[in-house]
């Protein structure tokens, strides 16, 4: 009976050290990615006034490019990759960071930094919906209730936008909701270029693609071009070095010691985080309708994000393993067993090494 005894009590004890444990520093440090992320609409629609939406993407990308092309340098045995992966990789920046940004600056200045906060935030629904299409995904009904929901959330938005902010504002949307597009296409190359490769290394490629592919698109706006002010070219290094460098830090940090899906979930605080910038740095009003809209969204994706099924097998999209052709199993929505997940102004996409990629 001891030795029965004995061998509970150190069940239990063995159990009590094997929970998980809350690490506040990590869930602080991406609660701090989160908001300043959020705060980039708010901060590209004051600089806007002054510089054109290519060129804030090519100075924002080509200075970010510069301060990676240093970081990468410093990992340990670090060395250039293939030719092969580096356009692969190249191919990928071009659509999430030149077509993806470019889309979203231009939304931005036709409509508002408000909008721009909570319709960027249903990205992930507009990604599990060309999962659905293209990858032969089939959503759980709680996943399809959760894009239900954040589908009906963007509605309110575009429709306040149609009914209160004229044509522009109403193109603006339309136009953010085409990023979402990009953005979406660009997770699903992005997930095939990662493997194999550390996040730095990664995001350092994709980055160096994204800035050339600005920098060759911005002699459009010659005519539009200004001396900055001290004010710009603050804003535009908050762009670079805050929202492009050291909030993806911060996130990775905090990743060390919160699951994804938990991370993905406190992400969900960026339309939050947005419309009070909004608000805020802006001046915008923000009303009954566009808070409702925020809420649904963030709702709408938590609610599509967390959905399970203890009958079939789903990822935290809510998609089912389904069979091949080769009849090998596989998850919808992910490659070769990595979780995707969206957030504004950064791809996150687990690749081999475990870590992370913006």
Known sequence: MDD?????????????????????????????????WSTSFAVTKVLLENVPP???????????????????????GWKPVGLRSAAAMGGAGLLGITAYFGLENIGVDLAT?????????????????????????????????????????????VRQSANAGGSHRLLGDIILLAAGIAWAG?????????PGHSALTSTYYQTLAGAAGFVVLTPIEYRNWQTPDLQDIGMLAF?????SIAAF??????????????AVNILNLVPVFGLASAALVT????GTVELLGCAVVVVGVAFGATAKSGKASRNDSGFESVKDPAGESRRDGNTNGQEGKECHGLFVATNDTGLESK
């Open 249 to 262: 830090v911060l996130y990775n940090y905090g990743l060390r010691d919160v699951s994804p899906s938990a």
């Open 4 to 36: 029965v005894r004995e061998r509970r009590n150190g069940s239990k004890a063995m159990s009590l050290k094997s929970r998980p444990q809350v690490s506040w520093r990590a869930f602080s440090a991406i609660i701090a990615a989160a908001l300043i």
């Open 283 to 286: 001046g915008e009003q923000v």
């Open 54 to 76: 290519l060129t804030i993407g090519a100075i924002r990308f080509s200075a970010a490019a510069l301060i990676l092309a240093v970081l990468v340098r410093l990992q340990r």
């Open 113 to 157: 930094a408000s909008d721009a906060a909570v319709i960027v935030a249903s990205f992930p629904v507009v990604t599990l919906l060309l999962e659905i299409a293209f990858q032969r995904g089939r959503a759980s009904v709680a996943g399809s209730a959760g894009m239900a929901l954040a589908i009906f959330g963007v509605w309110l938005i």
């Open 239 to 243: 762009l670079a070095g805050m929202c």
């Open 186 to 194: 660009y997770n699903m190359v992005a997930r095939r270029t990662s």
